[in-house]
Structure formats: C-alpha cells, structure tokens
C-alpha cells in the first residue's frame, strides 16, 4: 500500500488577496481543474467530509501547528455502492450515532436520499470549483474560484508535507496577514453553522 505523508496546509477565503494574488499569477502557467464535489457538512464534527470523483472522501486534522498551519490526513477514499464497514468509518466521522441501517450497501443516490438529506445534523452543499495550481518553491500554491450552493467564494491555499516551507512561501507571498481557513470552516460559515 502506498505510504500517506500528510501535508501541511495554509488556506484562506475572500474576494481578492492583492498583491499577494499577482505575485502567486507570476509563476508560469497554472494548471487548471474543474470539479464538482458534494461537501457533507457534520453540526457534530469539523472533519473534511465530501463525494469527489463518485469517491466518498474524508480526511481528519491531524494537528496545527504554532503557525496556524493544518495538517490533514485521509482516513478513507471508497466508491459508490459503499458497504456499511464503509458508513461506519462516515458515521464516525461524522460523530453520529449508527442509523438503522436498511441495506448492506447504499448507492450514490440511495446515501444521499437515505441517509443524508433526512438527517437534521447534516448539510448538503453542491460545490463547483476551478482550481488554478502553481509550484512555487516545491510547494503547491492554488487560487480557486468556488461555488457553493450557489454562492460564490474564492480561496488561496499553500501545500507541502514540509511545514517550514509551508511558512516560508506564505511569507514570501505577502499571505501572512489572512485569517487561516479550511474549506469546512468556510463552508460552515456560508450555511450558517458554527465551527
């Protein structure tokens, strides 16, 4: 099985980061990805729950760090139908007691109808996201347009496994002066919920 090195992230949400934003823009040619992702929004947790790639996807914060920066790990990564071994590693996630569960496994839309969106403590929120990626001093630097349920947000993130370098690079960006924001916390915000 291939060894998970956890990264360290730095990530922030709003409508512009000025010069910071032009500095990040002169690094070449970004890569571009578009995605639609489906955000599963837990009142009982603030682990990063989300169907990307007909993937059910769920990392867990590991630590921060004197800096602020977050590091995440993945905890699981299982297609659609997902067997109740793998809704229980979902409900756990999630921090919620196991349903009476009806099947042995559920499909994409049997999870969603089921299990989902009748559950008071879950939020659904459909994501769309353009995501424009740079390597800048061997850590990946992304500008992202967002839209969630509607809404439209953006945000700049820095990645790499090494935290120093993590610094190093939002310093050198002018990005030290942002408030730290992970896309739960960001989209908690945008539905209401506290985090």
């Known amino acids: 099985m291939e060894k998970i090195i956890p990264r360290w992230e730095w990530r922030t949400f709003g409508d512009q980061f000025g010069d910071a934003e032009k500095k990040i823009r002169e690094h070449g040619e ?31 914060l590991l630590r921060v760090n004197d800096f602020g920066l977050e590091q995440w790990t993945p905890i699981l990564k299982e297609g659609f139908p997902i067997p109740i071994n793998g809704l229980a590693i979902v409900y756990k996630a999630w921090n919620l007691p196991f349903p009476d569960f009806k099947r042995d496994e559920y499909t ?3 999870f969603i109808e089921e299990l989902v969106k ?13 995501r424009h990626g740079y390597l800048i001093d061997e850590a990946i630097v992304e500008i992202a347009e967002v839209e969630a349920n509607g809404k439209h947000i953006r945000t ?6 090494d935290p120093d ?31």
């Open 30 to 60: 970004p890569r571009i990805r578009t995605s639609e992702e489906f955000y599963i929004l837990s009142r009982s947790s603030n682990d990063n729950t989300k169907i990307r790639d007909e993937l059910m996807d769920i990392k867990t």
């Open 108 to 110: 994409f839309e049997q």
């Open 118 to 130: 009748p559950n008071e403590n879950l939020v659904l929120v459909n994501v769309k996201k353009e």
């Open 156 to 161: 700049v993130a820095v990645e790499h496994a």
């Open 165 to 195: 370098l993590v610094v190093k690079v939002v310093k050198d960006l002018g990005l030290e002066k942002y408030e730290i924001v992970n896309y739960i916390k960001a989209l908690k915000r945008l539905e209401g919920l506290t985090y």
